[in-house]
């Protein structure tokens, strides 16, 4: 059948083919090398969307707009818990709950307004005006799914992207040393990325999250200092960062050496040389301009790699500890509610779409960006 | 091209020591320059004997072949192997040699791109391969070279304006704005390169346009001795002749020196006043240009004549004849 099916069609290409007709037009928008491929546009714009509603929200989610409340990510609501988004159907239990949550809500207000209210039977009404509306649902502390993706975003995104300037600061300067100098030093340099690239970095990360834990410990125990919640959170993202920026260096690095290995054979390095231009200003004025495009690159495609990194160790409870949400301890903690009898599908779902689609965003607007540098194509040059 | 009597330069009048092993055929270069363009000349070569400006004495470039899991090394590549030669001041040395010969090598390890394996290059009697990182930036002012490529030779992320005025910058010759671009413009002017030039990148420029702009960087600290690697191989045969008129002109005005490398027969003949035939990392011929181009002593400078295009169909089928 499909032999019949191919015979078919083929005749009609063969008509189509020497008449001149195009071929599939690419997917191209524009000349702009960031807009090349169609979807690198779509990556860009899904990307910009939930980087900035996640990053913009932060100051809010983490509370540091109204230090004396509650932090949002963490506000509890008891009476709400489990309450799946307001706009899928409910199960007789979820609505109980719904009808529950409204009445403690009124009740507190009642019991804000002035005390000694008589007390106060609302009205059907009422309740469902006063019912909370959870866009993404609620979880098992009655938080809100929503603000907790919000937070955890921002979370996931900025140590992402943090990670991702360590790895470009370190990788840059360690491959152009190496490649640059050449020789016994590039040998031995690159030995030891190698070396580094064998050993599990999750073991690295436990090891090092373990240590830095041990080490606050004692230090607290030495002096008799208590470290707040705020320094603590602190101490274990930056750990977090320190260990993920640590290990994505390594390839960054061999990028830059090869590049540094075939720049500084091109006659410009030459010329740089012969006019007798200092190391320091040949590395900053000729080589780093000329590696910006890998940086670029391999920067963004380091981004949502250390996201998955920082959400994977999450996941396992050794990355960010709740109740400091991140994409990867909600997908954890929504991976726990998932059960035959009642399944909170919300709670899962959404954090682990969220990670989805902004890796496959990430990784599009990378793969545009490795593209529109590829100098093999002219016009991405031409713009330059 | 201009008939090569019209244009004698500096005569090598033979009065030092390494003069005299070289030219074995003086009395046709004296009949050559009277017959010809002394008002060319530049001041240089009117004097006697001018002195020379780089000497070089056994140099040797080799490269080690390494192979096998330990990288150990198994021979090596003698690129430059013990070459000896002089440039005077105000002449032009034409390097000529097939690919390979180590000519490019031998340019390189002279301005010390390359460290050299073994021997001696002077400039006006400073050792070039001991100078120190001071002495050596401040020698490296009156040294350039101009390159093959014109494209990878300038930084495709620079303007014109920062490629030409890096030289200047660099040993601190001119720091004020507005006076280093007044100087890159004349100096762009100077190469036949429109004013306006300055703040657009390389690839805006053709070829001999980026030449042009790499002959005005080497021109930029006013140097005395350039080292011209094939700078015309990479451009066609139009903008050759131009490149190579202007080389000649900024020479007689300038008063520097050439080494010329190139493989083609035809520019050396346009351009130099004497010239050495390398192969196989050795010189094995040097005399005056009429000398080695009208008798030719050895067999591979017969050979490489000899494989040099003819136009005129009754000049080829003449060397036909002769060579049957």
Redesign the interface.
């Known amino acids: 059948m499909l032999a019949g099916v191919m015979a078919e069609r083929a005749p009609t290409k063969r008509a189509i083919d020497p008449a001149g007709a195009p071929g599939p037009v690419p997917a191209r928008l524009s000349d702009n090398p960031l807009t090349r491929s169609a979807a690198g546009v779509v990556g860009m714009v899904v990307l910009g969307l939930i980087s900035l509603a996640c990053i913009f929200s932060l100051p809010w989610t983490l509370g540091w707009t109204s230090p004396s409340e509650t932090p949002p990510y963490r506000a509890q609501e008891l009476e709400a818990q489990y309450l799946p988004p307001f706009w899928s159907s409910h199960d007789a239990d979820a609505r109980e709950r719904l009808l529950e949550a409204a009445a403690a809500r009124i009740a507190r207000e009642t019991e804000d307004a002035g005390p000694g209210g008589a007390p106060f039977e609302p009205s059907e009404e009422e309740l469902h005006s006063a019912a909370p509306r959870y866009i993404l649902g609620s979880d098992n502390l009655g938080r809100d799914l929503f603000v907790r993706c919000l937070a955890g975003g921002g979370v996931s995104i900025g140590m992402g992207v943090a990670a991702a300037i360590i790895s470009v600061f370190i990788g840059t300067i360690y491959g152009a040393i190496a490649g640059y100098f050449g020789g016994r030093l590039d040998a031995v340099m690159m030995r030891i990325v190698d070396i580094l690239y064998g050993l599990p970095y999750i073991l690295l990360v436990v090891l090092l999250a373990v240590a830095v834990d041990a080490l606050m410990l004692e230090w607290m125990a030495r002096t008799g200092r208590e470290l707040s919640e705020g320094q603590r959170i602190f101490v274990n993202v930056l750990t977090l960062l320190v260990a993920i920026g640590g290990v994505s260096w390594l390839t960054m690095a061999r990028v830059i050496r090869g590049q540094v290995l075939s720049l500084k054979e091109q006659p410009f390095m030459e010329a740089a040389r012969a006019i007798g231009v200092p190391l320091h200003a040949q590395f900053f004025r000729h080589l780093l301009p000329n590696l910006l495009g890998p940086i670029i690159v391999y920067a963004t495609l380091t981004i949502p790699q250390a996201i998955l990194q920082e959400s994977f160790l999450s996941f396992l409870g050794i990355g960010v500890r709740p109740p400091l949400p991140s994409w990867g301890n909600l997908v954890a903690g929504g991976l726990a509610e998932l059960n035959t009898v009642k399944p909170r599908w919300w709670l899962l779902l959404f954090p682990s779409l969220l990670l989805g689609v902004t890796l496959l965003a990430l990784n599009f607007v990378g793969e545009g960006l490795r593209e529109a540098f590829d100098p093999k194509r002219g016009a991405a040059r031409r713009s330059t | 091209m201009t008939d090569p009597k019209d244009r004698e330069k500096s005569p090598p009048e033979a009065h030092t020591p390494q003069e005299e092993r070289s030219i074995a055929h003086r009395p046709e270069e004296k009949a050559s320059r009277e017959s010809g363009g002394a008002a060319l000349a530049p001041p240089a070569a009117e004097e006697k004997s001018s002195p020379p400006i780089l000497e070089v004495n056994g140099l040797k470039v080799h490269f080690p072949v390494r192979s096998g899991v330990l990288q150990r090394v198994t021979g090596w590549v003698k690129a430059v192997d013990g070459v000896d030669f002089h440039v005077r001041e105000g002449e032009t040395l034409g390097l000529v040699g097939e690919s390979g010969c180590g000519k490019t090598t031998l340019g ?1 390890a002279v ?1 010390r ?1 390359i460290p050299p394996t073994a021997g001696e290059v002077r400039y006006r009697g400073n050792n070039l391969l001991t100078a120190g990182g001071a002495e ?2 401040r020698l ?2 009156e ?3 101009i ?3 014109p494209a ?7 303007r014109i304006a920062s490629i030409v005025s ?2 200047l910058r ?2 601190g010759v001119c720091n004020d704005k507005d006076e280093l671009r007044e100087r890159v413009q004349t100096l762009l002017e100077r190469c036949g390169m429109p004013r306006n030039c300055v703040d657009r990148y390389p ?1 805006e420029f053709s070829g001999g346009q980026r030449q042009r702009i ?1 002959i005005a ?1 080497a021109l930029a600290l006013s140097p005395k001795f350039i080292v011209c690697d094939e700078p015309t191989s990479a451009l066609d045969v139009s903008v050759q002749s131009q490149i190579l008129n202007l080389l000649r002109d900024l020479q007689g005005e300038f008063g520097m020196s050439y080494l010329f490398i190139s493989h083609d027969m035809a520019v050396i003949q346009h351009m130099c006043d004497r010239i050495a035939v390398m192969l196989g990392g050795k010189i094995v011929e040097e005399g005056p240009r009429e000398r080695i181009l009208q008798e030719p002593q050895k067999d591979y400078t017969k050979a490489l004549l000899s494989a040099v295009p003819v136009a005129d169909p009754r000049e080829r089928r003449k060397r036909a004849a002769s060579a049957a």
């Not at chain 2, 990878?152 to 620079?158: A, E, Q, V, Y």
């Open positions: 390189r301005l791109l050596m930036k490296r002012q040294m350039q070279i390159f093959q490529d990878g030779s300038l930084n495709p992320r620079m890096e030289p660099v040993h690839h790499g960087r």
